[in-house]
Every structure is written in structure tokens, then in C-alpha cells.
């Protein structure tokens, strides 16, 4: 309410130019817009949004159909929440919709002119894309460094004996962000970037943090550009300082690699490495700037989602203990009683696999993926998609589709077992990273990171909750952000195992 308030405040200072702007591009009547809700003067259906707005939208989208439209602010959003209307946007008319909505966040430090994330697809967006495939998530490179998050998932089981010994409870998602971003920086740069056993962490760690945060703020610029300039909630300018110190810790890393190089000769192999000699080969198709900027990608795209991942699937598997009974017995049985897991180790492990899909359809780490802009007004099931609007897929609503999921709200691992239904852009009934041209290119380092955390976690303790709250008591509510994560952090005591 605080937010609304706020923004009301400052935006009725505005009525008269937001009035004119409206009869100035008011024009294209006759286009065929999908349903929606009535909109007010000035914020549209920005009070429709609430403080979970995937929740909000899924909701509308019960009365207004899989395609939907509403005005919000001065944005005019359509939001796709049917499996069907997806594979239309995604895939049938991929490359229509392949550019992004960028938000003003993104503009931070000019990161929207060198991201992955926020490029359009051009010349600049394929090359780095293609790096991107063959130098860092290509299935040879991933398996070559995986000693490295395997010594970082020995060290998160480490620290969760270290509090089993006093009986102390262990914050899942911090600890599984800690081994995250170590798990990444250990891959890019072969070294820790927070110390792994304490919460009392590394600058490093709480800078990552900081930047998700103000990410996952809602920016009143975003709904109303004609704020822009004038930043009202500051949010650009403190990512601006977040990234500068981000990109000034790269350059500190980058001009310490080319002194080892230079000086002894050597490589580590590592994604930095790979990187550096990309520049020396190809100039022209990377240089140190975009190497940064790749790294702001990696670090804050590949931490928060993981960690929110492994902390849903271990809330879920709490809270379904029989779920839990059978990952056991299947580690058990497959690896070994009390043992961590190895990447090579989850494709003989079906039920883990299917738990790690449970999660991700009913908890997508982006519930909305990465909003979509459209450069021409585009027609979706008989409607107008109009130019420059800003396109959600609710992933999240996608997830949890009555009319595609039986007993679509339950924790049930065992619907996967004899389904093909993948997650890797072809079955759009579950798009967690997306599909088409611009699916997660994160995906192959993600989908062998979150399983590896989840099944040690689960294998090498027994767990209860904190202050022996029963199972169907935990509380699942969710906080909306730039990830989706539980509302109450899940807060566990890790049971010595006796093998």
C-alpha cells in the first residue's frame, strides 16, 4: 500500500502530461486488442497488480482468457498465460517477439548495451550468444570444471554438519546462495567470491545481494516513462553503484589473470581463461568491456534463481514428507547412504530429476520469464499484439493450469515419471528458462547445479523444521522479487545420518 500511495502521489503532479500524451497516441482504434479488465484514468490497471502480481494476473486471466490486456501506467501489457498462446509467442512467432522490454534498471552503468539479457536480436546478440553456447555452457566445458562445484557442494554439506552438531537450524536459501555464487565463481574465475562456511559473508556476496534486490523492486519508471529522468525511487542510481563496484571487482580479477599469464604462462582453463583468449584470437568479436558486463550476466542471473530453486524443492520435500521418503531411498539405493551426489550421478536418478521439475512448474524462479517487445503490432489468436507493448508470459500461471496439470496445485513428483514432458523449450507447459531463440542460456550450467545441491542436501542429513513446527504447518507463501522466493525463509535442522 506504501508503494501505491506513493506512486499516486507523484503521478496525479503529472495528470495534465499524461492526459495530452494519452490523445497524442490514443490513434489505432480500429486494432483488435485481447480482453482485459477496465481501466482507470492515469494508472490503468496498475491496481490490479497487487503485491504478487503473477498471482493477480493468473487470476485475471480466469475471466479474460489465455491473452489478455491491460493497461499498465502508460505501458500497454499483454500477458499469455495458456500453454498454447505461449507456443504461439515463443515458438510459432519467435522471432516477433524476440527483442526485450527493457526495464530502467537495466540501464544501470549501460549494462542493457553489452547484456545478453537486454540486446536485440542482431549481429552483437548472436555473436555473444554463441560464445556464450561454446565457451561456457557447452557440455565439454561444463565437464571439465565440474571437480570445482563439486569441492563447493562438500563444503555447503561441511557447513550443514558443522550446525547439526549444535543442533542449529541452517537458513536454506542463504546457504544454497553462498554455494551458488561460489559454484559460478569457482567456474568463471576458479576461486571463492564469499566465504563458504560463514554467514558473515564477503563484500562480494552482499553486493550480489544488493543488486537483486533493487532489481526486484517495483520501478515506477517502468510504468510510467515519463519518470525517467528524474529516477523518483532512486533505483538506477543505486545500481549504477552496485554495478561499478561489480565491474571494477571483474577488472581486478581480469588484470590479475593476464599477470599469471603473462608472467608464469599458464591457464586455469576456467571460463575467464576461455574468455581472455576469445579477445586474443577474435578481437572483433569480444572485447574486456563485454567480458564484465558477461560476468554481471552470470552472477546475477545464476545465483539467486538457483538457491530460490533448491530452497522451494527442499520447502516442498518438507512438507511432503512421503515425496522425501522416496528421494531417500532412491539415493540411497543408487548412491549410497549419507554421500553427496555427483553431476554424472542424476541421470541414474529419475525421481530426483522429477522432483527438480515439480519445483520448477510450480515454482519458476522468473514467474514472468523476461517481458518481451514486440517492433510491429503482431497477430496472436485473432488479436492484435500492438507495437512496442510489453508482452508476460506467466510461467508460474502456465505451471499450475488446471486444463494441463491433474491435481494442479499438489507437490507430485511421480507425475513426471512416465511423462516426456521436458523443460528445455519444447513442451511449453513447463517453460521455467523459457523457449525459442532466447531461452536461459544459463539453462545446462542450472539444470546440473540444482540437482546436485538438492539431492546432497536430502541424502546426507535428515531434516525438521526450526522450533519442531510439523510438516503441514510449514508456511509456502510467496514474495514476489526478481525471483520468485518463499515469503519465510526455510529454516532447517540438518540429522546426522548414521551409515
Known sequence: MDFLVTMLALLFAFTLIQSLLSLATGGSKNRKLPPGPAKFPIIGNLNKLGDLPHQSLAELAKTHGPIMSLKIGQITTVVISSSVTAKEVLQKQDLAFANRAIPDAAHASNHHQH?????????????????????????????????????????????????????????????????????????????????????????????????????????????????????????????????????????????????????????????????????????????????????????TAGTDTTSSTVEWGMAELMKNPEAMKKAKAELQQTIGKGKPIEEADVSHLPYLRCIMKETLRLHPAAPFLIPRKPETDVEVCGYTVPKGSQVLVNAWAIGRDSSAWENHLAFVPERFLASEIDFRGQDFELIPFGAGRRICPGMPLAIRMIPVMLGSLINSFDWKLEGDVAPKELDMKEKYGITLQKAHPLRAVPIPIHT
Not at 541452517?170 to 559454484?183: E, K, P, Q, W, Y
Not at 591457464?267 to 574486456?288: A, C, F, H, S, Y
Open 115 to 299: 547484456s545478453v539479457a537486454w540486446l536485440p536480436v542482431a549481429s552483437r546478440w548472436r555473436n555473444l550468444r554463441k560464445i556464450m553456447n561454446s565457451n561456457i555452457f557447452s557440455g565439454n566445458k561444463l565437464d571439465a570444471n565440474q571437480h570445482l562445484r563439486r569441492t563447493k557442494v562438500e563444503e555447503l554439506i561441511s557447513y550443514c554438519r558443522r550446525r547439526s552438531q549444535g543442533g542449529v537450524a541452517v537458513d536454506i536459501g542463504r546457504a544454497a546462495f553462498r554455494t551458488s555464487l561460489n559454484m559460478l565463481s569457482n567456474t568463471i574465475f576458479s576461486k571463492d567470491m564469499t566465504d563458504p562456511f560463514q554467514d558473515t559473508a564477503k563484500e562480494f556476496k552482499d553486493l550480489v545481494w544488493n543488486i537483486m534486490v533493487e532489481v526486484g523492486k517495483p520501478n515506477l519508471v517502468d510504468f510510467f516513462p515519463l519518470l525517467r529522468k528524474i529516477d523518483p525511487q532512486g533505483i538506477r542510481r543505486r545500481l549504477t553503484g552496485y554495478f561499478e563496484k561489480a565491474l571494477k571487482v571483474f577488472g581486478g580479477l581480469i588484470d590479475e589473470r593476464l599477470d599469471i599469464r603473462r608472467l608464469q604462462k599458464t591457464e586455469k582453463g576456467d571460463v575467464l581463461d576461455v574468455l581472455l583468449n576469445t579477445i586474443e584470437e577474435n578481437p572483433q568479436e569480444m572485447d574486456r568491456t563485454q567480458i564484465e558486463h558477461v560476468f554481471l550476466d552470470l552472477f
